[in-house]
């Protein structure tokens, strides 16, 4: 039986669907106001591991993954840029989704945006005001009152006491609570808006998700998954909102996988350790970052390093080689040892650690089979283990065209003289003054590829090497 953590509550519980055989799961999603990073790779492709895993279990799948398209740093993004939030947010949806197909993450069954849900949005504010869960700000604004749900704090295990004891009311705030948060917020002169019983506004960014997942999955779905970093005060909030407003339990199981670090640092701009999935690809193949990312269980921290990704494409590269100039035996049994090992890893809450531990014994097998001539024993170990990386979503490539590629961490060009650098970073500038921002891109993927970090800030771009 699959077994998955509950961070309700921080236990390991067996898993049965509310719907016998339908599994309704929603993740959150990304805003769409930059290009996706290294965090969001992690995050995607352990929901998209778990998805797969239920499939093959023999579940149905409903997954919903969100998109939120109308928040403050979309409309701070557009005025700098002097463009529509729409133009920012196409731009960035379609590079998500160019980024996430890359990494092998399948589509969502239903990818809603925040602004398509406004009605919905509504409703449920208006739900809550009417239950005395929200109240109208003296500036305009609706907020939640935090001190009407009693259990607050449950998921995170924070005490209200605690929270208040460090929270702070700026001056200019009309909040009954410093700990009561924006459930629709009053648009200022050229923002733009909707119409609402409480005049022309938008929404907060935690009542979206609680919204679009009860439009979409019902009031009672089983699975809510996303970063661990979402987990207070995002998904506190959304329960919150949620139960009070349709009196029903939310979601049933809550999972967050852990944070990504750069060598050991968290990641952060200010760092200057801040890289994006476009940054990384170009010198990556999108399979090593799979495996990168699966080699660590979903739950803990994982340290991003050159020397990680080595060891991942090391692995990938062994199990490849084990395939190689084998042909798998496409109807053959497949409930051997090694499948059962595996089986028993990902029901031990997708444990992919373990999951790829039995890969690489199957891949010795496969070996041991092809250098005793055991050509037969060889295709079905081989078939086993094509199927097995597939539930991974690795070993999608034919063996020999992997092998054949050059190093997927490739060795940096020839040092490039200062004054090139400095006509590619100038000829980029220009592309994102015009705004041909895929010649933008390719630029940037060029420098990368030459071991140049390009660095853009409110006085133009700067470059150093890596």
Known sequence: MLNIHNSMGGLKEPFQPLEPGHVRMYVCGITVY??????????????????????????????????????????????????????????????????????????????????????????????LVEKGYAYVAGNGDVLYSVGAFPSYGRLSGKRLGDLRAGARVEIGEHKQDPLDFVLWKMARPGEPSWE????????????????????????????HGGGLDLKFPHHENEIAQSCAACEAPFAHVWMHNGFLNIDDE????????????REVLPRLRPEVMRAFVLSSHYRGPINYSEEALRQADA??????????????????????????????????????????????????????????????????????LCRLGSLLGLLGHDPGAWLSMASSLAEAADDLADDVIDGLVAARSEARQRRDWAESDRLRAELDAAGVIVEDGPTGSSWRRK
């Open 34 to 127: 930059d290009l996706c990073h290294v965090g969001h790779a992690r995050s995607q492709v352990v929901f998209d591991v778990v998805r797969r895993w239920l499939q093959a279990s023999g579940y149905q799948v409903t997954y919903v993954r969100n998109i939120t398209d109308i928040d403050d740093k979309i409309i701070e993004r557009a005025a700098r840029e002097g463009v529509s939030w729409r133009e920012i947010t196409a731009r960035y949806i379609e590079a998500m989704h160019e980024d996430f197909a890359a990494l092998g993450v399948l589509t969502p069954d239903v990818e809603p945006r925040a602004t398509e849900y406004i009605p919905q949005i509504v409703e449920m504010i208006g739900t």
């Open 196 to 223: 609402s019983p409480w005049g022309a506004g938008r929404p907060g960014w935690h009542i979206e998700c609680s919204a679009m997942s009860v439009a979409l999955l019902g009031d009672h779905f089983d699975i």
């Open 315 to 384: 692995a990938l590269k062994r199990l490849y080689l084990a395939l190689r100039d084998v042909a798998p035996v496409a109807d053959g049994p497949m409930a051997g040892e090694w499948s059962a090992r595996f089986a028993a890893a990902m029901d031990d809450d997708f444990n992919t650690p373990e999951a790829l531990a039995a890969l690489q014994g199957l891949a010795r097998a496969l070996n041991t089979a092809k250098a005793a001539g055991e050509r037969e024993e060889a295709g079905l170990l081989a078939a086993e």
């Open 266 to 277: 968290k990641m952060s701009k200010s760092l200057g350790n801040f890289f994006t999935i």
